[in-house]
């Protein structure tokens, strides 16, 4: 540790790089927010507040981090539910890092500007920036790869064909005496990069933290270990301790329902929990590996899952929230629990030097009510490896395609042995207090012919699985049809049967 770590560590400090400088921040409270810094304390006031949730885009900001390719990961973020220390060791990049007062607009900026993509200008800046992380990781999006860029931006008075257009043109503005690593084109570090590139990935290295981070400050306390270790030494002394990793749902905790959180432990600076390992059997997911790498992992495993992870959250949310901690969470209408579920799931649970294993389907209880033990928490997720002949589907009913809370989600894993139903898991989130499966459906189907009179009357037995309420988002009958037709539309994409009857049948009440 050296002179620095340790005056930081006695003043309350964390350290990131902001415009090519070390920035030492003193926390006051350790459940601020990076927007509260950004305009507060820096008078960074580009950087808006919207819905201070993660689901307008406007605070949206790019946040870097050493990469595996000896440059650095850039990734946008909402910074309206990101804790302040949790900046601890990265580079941050806001609106205003992207031009000099009076110099010329950076390439994205000026793309905005020459296809009139903005008007009232409020949500402008956090189209900016995730633009501009577009910019720095793709060469030549396509049309696709632009509007998933977007999906965490809303804007209501420009509409998206100006702002989609300027994304297409913002290469162009790319000239010979581009320099600078700002304006650079999808250079993120690595083999050949210029002087000021090099000395921007040397300057985040060098404040990586070493050493676990303690804070004490406005009544609360906030820990980041940087070991396994540390981190069960901490969790065994503050047994009520709040655990952290992504924030995208505790961060709502303090900006929507203005909780104070005493005590905070932070997952995010140990390694072992960020790790993705490919084993003969299993994928192996460390708690703390985000949504984006997880889901990435996942996929190349499991392609049929590709959009129901598309349609998941955003790209700022799943570039900060983990896998981990919406496993952990364990919402009725999380996305990824279902399919985790039919796909037969587990996960590792830890206490001290002790662990268990646990499929995913017996770890919940009952609505936010988890089966671990005092002191006990998430390390990892274990997906099986891909099944030959395994038919896998998951749908996600909500009210619009992007960044939406599902109505019904529901997710389906068929084994045939010719046209016998040989396995078959129905699993579904939105149906009741916890993502559960659909056990009386599924031994209807079991060891039967894959038809339609089959899966009609699996179709039936879901209503003795499932007693679905009615809420803002949809009511139990919707939710109760919803959850039939998609185990119809899962058959009619499997049975390969030209001669299925396409009509839905509602078996209501």
Request: net charge neutral.
């Amino acid at each position: 540790m050296d002179l620095n770590d340790k005056q930081d560590v006695r003043r309350n400090r964390i350290r990131f790089v902001l415009d090519g400088e070390i920035v030492s921040a003193e926390i006051t409270d350790p459940t601020r927010t990076i927007l509260q810094y950004l305009r507060e304390d820096l008078r960074r006031t580009g950087t808006k507040e919207g819905c201070a949730e993660g689901d307008c885009g406007a605070c949206t900001v790019v946040i870097g981090e050493p990469g595996h390719n000896g440059g650095l990961q850039l990734r946008a973020v909402n910074s309206c539910i990101q804790f302040l220390p949790t900046l601890n060791g990265k580079l941050l990049l806001t609106v205003e890092s992207l031009s000099e007062p009076g110099g010329p607009l950076h390439p994205v900026q000026q793309a905005m500007v020459d296809y009139h993509a903005s008007q009232c200008g409020f949500c402008t800046p956090g189209f900016v920036m995730s633009l501009f992380a577009l910019y720095k990781t793709r060469r030549q999006p396509d049309r696709r790869e632009i509007d998933n860029s977007l999906a965490g931006n809303l804007c209501r008075c420009t509409g998206y064909r100006p702002i989609i257009e300027a994304a297409r043109s913002m290469y162009d503005y790319e000239g010979d005496g581009e320099s600078s690593w700002i304006r650079r084109v999808h250079r993120v570090g690595g083999n050949g990069a210029p002087p000021d590139e090099i000395r921007l990935v040397n300057l985040v290295k060098s404040i990586q933290p070493k050493f676990s981070l303690s804070i004490e400050a406005g009544g609360k306390r906030f820990f980041a270990p940087v070991s396994m270790t540390e981190l069960c030494a901490l969790i065994s002394q503050h047994p009520g301790a709040l655990l952290l990793a992504g924030g995208t749902d505790i961060g709502l905790w303090v900006t929507k329902r203005l909780r104070e959180l005493d005590t905070v432990i932070y997952l995010g600076c140990v390694p072992d929990l960020s790790t993705i390992d490919a084993g003969t059997d299993y994928l192996e997911i460390g708690a703390t590996v985000t949504l984006t790498d997880a889901m990435k992992a996942i996929c190349e495993i499991y392609p049929d899952l590709e959009e129901l992870f598309i349609r998941f959250a955003s790209p700022p949310i799943r570039n900060a929230g983990t896998l981990g901690g919406n496993v952990a969470n364990g919402s009725p209408i999380g996305d990824s629990m279902p399919a985790l579920i039919v796909l037969g799931t587990r996960i590792v649970l830890r206490r001290g030097d002790v662990t268990r294993e646990l499929p995913l389907d017996r770890f919940y209880i009952d609505y936010h009510k988890n089966d671990l033990h005092p002191g006990e928490f998430l390390q990892s997720i274990r997906v099986p490896v891909a099944v030959p002949g395994r038919l896998l589907r998951s749908y996600k009913i909500s009210k619009r395609f992007d960044q939406d809370i599902s109505a019904v989600c529901g997710a389906y894993s068929l084994q045939l042995d010719g046209d016998i139903v040989n396995d078959i898991r129905v699993a579904y989130g939105g149906m009741a207090a916890t993502p559960r499966r659909a056990h009386i459906c599924e031994r209807t189907l079991r060891d039967r012919e894959w038809t339609e009179d089959t899966v009609r009357s699996a179709m039936k037995a879901l209503d003795d699985d499932f007693a679905p309420i009615t809420d803002m988002r949809a009511s139990s009958g919707y939710r109760s049809t919803i959850a039939r037709n998609l185990l119809y539309r899962f058959f009619l994409e499997t049975s390969g049967s030209r001669n299925a009857n396409t009509q839905v049948y509602d078996y209501g009440s």
